[in-house]
């Protein structure tokens, strides 16, 4: 068929396509569809990357880049953050050993995509948690966020993020209990959007301190500093491009600016941008290939998306955070979002 | 007399409403946050799947089609009004838990599902021991999905306190653990019946 | 009247508080018919037409009926006969008009006179727009646009659901989860992540 030899021809290495649409076996599956006359076109057209290493490859550089980040938690908030990381990475690993055995898949822990599940959550709990905590918080990210759809590059949603609000719903009190920063003791603390949320007047924290991450939070989430330095490397070396991250920041900036306090055109938009999960979310969470759109108009609506639901939150809604809320019902819309954004393919009308 | 047991078990296991048919999720996700509710529920909803099958069944011939489900709606609210009422009467703790469930057990697609699906095609005796059937394993699927809704949710069950140093996960309290434990039991049913890969 | 009330109605109705996604009315459709967009817009669409004309002529009956001579508390149940005489029309009209999409329907679509959904919006209206049985001004607008608005969130929430699940179709699903019970875990995820509209306030 020409479609498929046009497909073929155009394999070329290009990060920013979806590197983990794997497709089991791509010629059959393609031939089967195509002639299923059921006329759905795959949207991830070229290339298709059939080799697991890249894969791989990707997930261990997100991994390298966030890096930055834990060793800014654990200064920031003391050895208990390490302890949650190491929990969480180390869950992830396991649950998905367990399941992949009990389910006679290929066992693929070291692709990374576990360890990065395991990470992202963890950098997703305040630093305080019971040491079940991230355990359970795993292992329900790996089964229910990824194997229950048949493992990367199939699940439609973010697993960190799963897992996350699966938390977040059934322990409250422990997902909400932040510690002071650079006191490594049990002094409490709500965190900046926490404060705004209850109506209280923010004190002592400044932009800078917001930008060093010197304020309460989750242990990856608070130094804007080490997160950008790893967005940075992601940048350089193709691995995620601008589209989803800066959209999202510009359009929940744009809102809170214009509707953030009482009057219009008045808001703090800076505080906003660099206060809660937003950078960690953008840059790290809703770039994620497997469950953001393919195409670049797609990519923009999803950052759009993801920043409008984010403020809406934010400034309205009963919770003093939305990243998780907002990146997860943009992933339920990629889909549809795909669908209705398909590129040509090449030679077709 | 086998027929009408096989009716009768159907409604079970191999059709049961709620994880085969997929019908009355609505209080299910409701009424299952502990056992109590799940077992008042399902006894309601028995007593009305009764009623309203064997009349519907009686007088299928009679009702015109196109205006049959008004009818039915007609039916099956009269036996929700006296279950109602007898709730009312002999347990009113239990119409105090349930709430706006009783009322709304009009609505609940298992009762108006199978009398258009069944009742109005089959016989008296059959429908009275498939609306029994069916009403049973409602009832059992309510026991076993709030079962582990109340025990991981709250940390206690029918008023037993599980483990102390248990923390219960609230998720469970909500529809969306609901709809999570429904999922699981199903993919569970799933592997008991061989599905494997 | 207001635009900011219309829009208040809007919003709430098919984001805020979804009727399926987070008041878990219409669950037995949602989960059954969402395999395939086409069907599942072809419900969405007799959902919608079936939510605004009950919406509309349950509150004539409240209006003019129920108040007026105190029978508030059959509220219900004549409600629910009006939906079934509508779901009774839709019905005739669909089967004389695609026999293939009557079939592929079955049970569901006599079953959307029991939808939650349905009768959900009808209560919702006549206690969001009568006050002490007294009707708001505008309350018949606002009532109608409510019907309109809980269709579409209805339809948004299966037009999510059925992108997702005719996606799962091209993946390699585990076979035990195959089907429903992944429709359950996704619907579950789906409501969890609604979950940050909690708590709204404009």
């Keep these: ?349 | 007399m086998k027929k009408y047991f096989s009716e009768f078990l159907k409604g079970i296991i191999k059709e049961n409403p709620t994880f085969v048919l997929v019908l009355g999720l609505c209080p299910t996700l409701a009424v299952s946050t502990s056992v109590t509710n799940g077992v008042g529920m399902g006894i309601a909803a028995t007593f009305v799947l009764l009623g309203s099958n064997m009349i519907v069944a009686m007088i299928k011939n009679i009702v015109p089609d196109r205006i049959r489900i008004p009818c039915f709606i007609v039916v099956i609210a009269t036996f929700v009004t006296i279950a109602e009422m007898t709730m009312k009467a002999y347990s009113p703790a239990l119409d105090r838990a349930l709430g706006i469930y009783v009322p709304l057990i009009v609505v609940n697609c298992i009762v108006l599902g199978r009398a258009e699906a069944y009742a109005q095609k089959q016989t008296v005796l059959n429908s009275l021991f498939d609306g029994l059937g069916m009403g049973v394993g409602f009832t059992l699927a309510l026991i076993l999905i709030s079962a582990i809704r109340e025990a991981l949710g709250t940390g206690k069950i029918l008023g037993f306190t599980l483990a102390h140093k248990f923390e219960p996960a609230f998720v469970l309290g909500m529809p969306s653990g609901a709809l999570l434990v429904i999922g699981l039991l199903l993919g569970f049913f799933n592997v008991l019946k061989g599905k494997r890969e | 009247m207001s635009i900011a009330q219309f829009l208040t109605i809007f919003i709430s109705a098919v984001f805020i508080y979804n009727v399926i996604l987070s008041r878990f009315l219409g669950l037995c459709s949602f989960v059954a018919i969402s395999r395939e967009t086409k069907p599942a817009m072809a419900m969405s669409l007799a959902v919608m037409f079936v939510t605004t004309m009950s919406s509309i002529i349950t509150w004539f009956i409240y209006r003019f009926l129920l108040v007026p001579f105190g029978l508030t508390y059959l509220r219900t149940i004549s409600f629910i006969l009006v939906i079934a005489t509508f779901v009774q029309l839709v019905e005739m009209v669909i089967r004389k008009t695609s026999p293939a999409l009557y079939r592929f329907f079955g049970i569901y679509l006599p079953l959307i006179t029991v939808n939650c959904a349905v009768l959900g919006v009808a209560v919702l209206n006549s206690d969001m727009f009568f006050i002490n049985g007294k009707a708001v001004p505008g309350s018949f607008y606002y009532s109608a646009f409510q019907g309109v608005c809980v269709g579409l969130g209805y339809a948004l929430a299966m037009l999510l659901m059925s992108g997702i699940r005719e996606r799962l179709d091209f993946c390699d699903v585990p076979k035990t989860v195959k089907d429903f019970p992944l429709a359950f875990i996704i619907a579950s995820i789906m409501s969890l992540s609604f979950l940050g509209f909690n708590g709204f306030r404009f």
């Design chain 1, 1 to 349: 068929m020409s479609r498929k030899m046009n497909n073929q021809e155009e394999f070329r290495r290009d990060a920013e396509v979806s590197a983990c649409r794997l497709i089991r076996h791509p010629e059959e599956t393609q031939e089967q569809k195509l002639h299923s006359g059921k006329n759905k076109l795959i949207v991830n057209i070229s290339p298709h990357l059939h080799k697991d290493e890249s894969v791989s490859k990707i997930m261990w550089m997100v991994v390298i880049s966030l890096i930055p980040a834990g060793i800014a938690g654990v200064i920031i908030f003391g050895l208990e953050a390490l302890q949650v990381i190491l929990l969480g990475v180390v869950s992830a690993l396991v649950a998905e050993c367990v399941i992949q055995l009990l389910t006679k898949r290929r066992i693929t822990v070291l692709d990374g995509s576990a360890f990065l599940t395991g990470l992202l959550l963890a950098y997703n709990l305040p630093p305080k948690v019971p040491f079940w905590l991230p355990i359970v918080g795993s292992f329900f990210a790996v089964a229910i966020g990824k194997q229950v759809f048949g493992g990367l590059g199939q699940n439609i949603f973010n697993p960190a993020l799963v897992g996350r609000v699966f938390l977040m719903a059934s322990w409250p009190k422990h997902m909400t209990a932040f510690t002071k920063p650079l006191t490594y003791d049990a002094v409490t603390s709500a965190t900046p959007l926490a404060v705004l949320k209850e109506g209280r007047v923010l004190e002592h924290v400044s932009n800078w301190n917001l930008f060093w991450g010197i304020r309460g939070g989750c242990i990856g989430e608070v130094c804007i500093f080490a997160l950008i330095l790893g967005a940075l490397l992601l940048f350089i070396r193709g691995y995620i491009s601008w589209h989803i991250p800066i959209t999202y920041t510009v359009v929940v900036g744009l809102f809170t600016y214009i509707f953030g306090t009482k009057g219009l055109f008045s808001g703090d938009w800076l505080f906003h941008i660099l206060s809660g999960g937003l950078i960690l979310g953008a840059f790290f969470m809703a770039t994620d290939y497997v469950t953001s759109p393919l195409t670049r108009k797609g990519q923009i609506i999803f950052g759009v998306g993801c920043g409008l639901i984010t403020a809406i939150i934010r400034l309205w809604g009963g919770y003093p955070e939305g990243v998780s809320y907002a990146i997860l019902m943009m992933n339920a819309a990629t889909p549809i979002i795909d669908r209705y954004t398909k590129s040509r393919i090449y030679g077709t009308r």
